[in-house]
């Protein structure tokens, strides 16, 4: 059974401070998505990595940086959490194309105070 | 920018009842998606049409594709309380990206 799963479901966090936002797949995928998801706007791609060591912005990279050294795990940084990154973060996996569906794991609610 | 657009944002029907939900988008597309997700929870995967499909099928979940017309419908039959979610379409653009929707929140009553 496919599987992504993300290191926290909820994380509180204070201004200024450095986020790590970690997210594993077992399903042997070659490409990675971070999102975050708010009230009224949706889904908005923040990066995506279509191989190891490679990155791509997506619609709102500013404030996020992204590091996948490995194949299975992508994560996502704040460098210097703000109040406006209050959010739900989604990662999601999928194999190849966007011919393919994405995987996606449960979320991390984050709060940034 | 968001391509594909839900309509309605909001439905609330009787369990038993067909929902209907509705996606516009504005470019040429690979494919569309419907994708599911239950409140504060990750989005499931429901369905994939490609864009020389007009119909597709799976349980009690009907899509269509209009690439003239570039929208798309889901209809889900017998409808049940489990099926309370938020619905999103999705357009495959590129090689990789996904563009979603903001959803219609579906609300099934007893």
């Known amino acids: 059974d496919v599987k992504v799963t993300q290191s926290s479901r909820y994380l509180v966090k204070r201004t200024g401070e450095k986020v790590f936002l970690e997210c594993v797949q077992d399903?042997?995928?070659?490409?990675m998505f971070w999102y975050r998801q708010d009230p009224g706007l949706g889904l908005r791609l923040i990066y995506f990595?279509?191989?190891?060591?490679?990155?791509e912005k997506g619609d709102i990279p500013e404030g996020y940086s992204v590091s996948r050294e490995k194949k299975e795990r992508f994560s996502l940084i704040l460098e210097s959490a703000s109040t406006n990154q209050t959010s739900m973060y989604l990662c999601?996996?999928?194999?190849?194309?966007?011919?393919?569906?994405?995987?996606f794991g449960p979320g991390t609610r984050l709060t940034v105070l | 920018s968001q391509q594909g657009e839900e309509d309605p944002q909001a439905l609330s029907i009787q369990e038993g009842e067909n929902a209907t939900m509705n996606c516009s988008y504005k470019t040429s597309i690979n494919n569309l998606q419907w994708y599911r997700q239950n409140s504060g929870r990750g989005l499931v995967h429901l369905i994939l049409i490609r864009s020389n499909e007009r119909e597709k099928h799976s349980g009690r979940l009907r899509v269509t594709l209009d690439t003239s017309k570039k929208s798309s419908s889901l209809l889900i039959t017998a409808s049940r309380a489990a099926d309370t979610a938020s619905y999103f379409c999705?357009?495959?653009?590129?090689?990789?990206?996904?563009?979603f929707g903001q959803g219609t929140r579906l609300t099934i009553n007893p």
């Open positions: 399903m042997d995928h070659e490409n």
């Open positions: 999601a996996s999928s194999l190849g194309s966007n011919r393919d569906t994405q995987y």
């Open positions: 999705a357009t495959g653009q590129g090689a990789q990206k996904l563009v």
């Open positions: 990595s279509y191989d190891v060591k490679m990155k």
